[in-house]
């Protein structure tokens, strides 16, 4: 079973957290919702304080086949001001481990040089921070090892994305189905 740990700060967007934990635990995916401060809690950017599984200081992350970021202000700020984070993200994408960020997330991994050459999309207003990148307007891109996507609006088309991914197409497509959801 393929294991992701996406990682919340304070003011992470809930919509784009959320789906992409739900609609992966559904797929049977392995997901480890981690505090990058080391709350138990972390409050989104609306408010919405969710309980996080683990601590970032307590979390092997060679053990996971994804690191996913999600946007929103000022998490994805938190987000990038957060070295060990840093350092793992580095790390999965120089050995070809997968990386995932949505809305204004994918402005770190420009900032990394992670997109340099790729398709890559992001929130509108963060296009000039993916430094390198095709820039498109798609909810979702998967170039190499590196899936971006657009923003809240995009976030099951992007958790779609990751079950493809990490899964297959098949059981993105009936996940898909199952949430009545069409994919395009």
């Given at each position: 079973?393929?294991?992701?740990?996406i990682f919340?700060?304070?003011?992470?967007?809930?919509?784009?957290?959320l789906?992409?934990?739900d609609?992966?635990?559904?797929?049977?995916?392995?997901?480890?919702?981690?505090?990058?401060?080391?709350?138990?809690?972390?409050k989104?950017?609306?408010g919405?304080?969710?309980?996080?599984d683990?601590?970032?200081?307590?979390?092997?992350m060679?053990?996971?086949?994804m690191?996913?970021?999600?946007?929103?202000?000022?998490?994805?700020?938190?987000l990038?001001?957060?070295?060990?984070?840093?350092?793992?993200?580095d790390?999965?994408?120089?050995?070809?481990?997968?990386?995932?960020?949505?809305?204004?997330?994918?402005?770190?991994?420009?900032?990394?040089?992670?997109?340099?050459?790729?398709?890559?999309?992001?929130y509108?207003?963060?296009?000039?921070?993916?430094?390198?990148?095709?820039?498109?307007?798609?909810?979702?891109e998967a170039?190499?090892?590196?899936?971006?996507?657009?923003?809240?609006?995009?976030?099951?088309?992007?958790?779609?994305?990751?079950?493809?991914?990490?899964?297959s197409?098949?059981?993105?497509?009936?996940?898909?189905e199952?949430?009545?959801?069409?994919?395009?």
């Amino acid at each position: 079973m393929a294991e992701i740990g996406i990682f919340f700060a304070e003011g992470y967007e809930e919509i784009e957290a959320l789906t992409v934990v739900d609609l992966c635990r559904r797929a049977g995916i392995g997901v480890t919702m981690i505090s990058v401060a080391g709350s138990e809690l972390v409050k989104g950017s609306h408010g919405i304080a969710v309980k996080m599984d683990a601590a970032l200081a307590d979390v092997d992350m060679n053990g996971f086949d994804m690191l996913v970021l999600p946007g929103g202000m000022p998490g994805t700020t938190n987000l990038e001001a957060c070295g060990r984070l840093m350092e793992a993200l580095d790390h999965h994408y120089q050995n070809g481990k997968w990386v995932a960020a949505i809305c204004a997330a994918p402005s770190i991994l420009g900032h990394r040089g992670f997109l340099k050459g790729r398709k890559a999309t992001c929130y509108p207003s963060f296009e000039t921070h993916l430094e390198g990148a095709k820039v498109t307007a798609s909810a979702v891109e998967a170039d190499g090892n590196v899936i971006t996507g657009r923003g809240m609006g995009c976030a099951i088309p992007f958790g779609l994305k990751i079950v493809e991914k990490l899964v297959s197409p098949d059981a993105a497509n009936q996940l898909a189905e199952g949430i009545v959801y069409e994919r395009q």
